[in-house]
């Protein structure tokens, strides 16, 4: 989560998308606290940024989704991200990606890799690490920690 007051910057810690309580909605932001957003003063905004599990897409790449959500006053959101493979760690595997600019209040972003792209390394878990970033009225850029999405196992081809 993202937060500007008009004045100030706030991010949230992060909740990794692997840990057990990471789905459960009792652990979700509070509906009221985003639309608190709305009523703060002229330039204020929260946004929230849900980052999906990687899935097989064809034979040849696998595909992960972001979800951001930004109330109150602002003028673009967007979100960044790379793919990341675990070997005996978590390695980025692409640069990041940045995902189209917007300044409707919902944005769903897929993010692609293409398997052929960085090397085999048989049957890994892969995820995808994303940040979600807003621009305010007043031209302050805001950005979020870096969330991780739930890894899940693929054999790149």
């Not at 706030?10 to 909605?25: C, I, N, R, Y």
């Not at 990687?54 to 959101?77: M, Y």
């Not at 300044?103 to 890994?124: E, L, W």
């Amino acid at each position: 989560m993202s937060e500007y007051d008009g004045r100030h910057a706030f991010t949230s810690p992060v909740l990794d998308a692997s840990e057990p309580g990471a789905s459960d909605p009792k652990n979700w932001l509070p509906a009221g606290l985003i639309n608190t957003a709305v009523g703060r003063a002229t330039g204020s905004f929260v946004c929230t940024l849900w980052v999906g599990e990687v899935k097989a897409h064809g034979l040849h790449d696998v595909i992960a989704g972001t979800h951001q959500t930004c109330t109150g006053s602002f003028r673009t959101q967007w979100t960044q991200a790379q793919f990341a493979s675990e070997r005996g760690g978590w390695h980025r595997i692409t640069d990041s990606i940045i995902g189209e600019k917007v300044s409707h209040q919902i944005n769903d972003t897929t993010f692609t890799v293409g398997c052929r792209t960085h090397p085999k390394y048989g049957r890994q878990n892969y995820r995808l690490e994303g940040r979600g970033y807003a621009i305010a009225t007043n031209g302050v850029e805001v950005k979020g920690f870096l969330q991780y999405g739930k890894p899940s196992k693929w054999t790149c081809m």
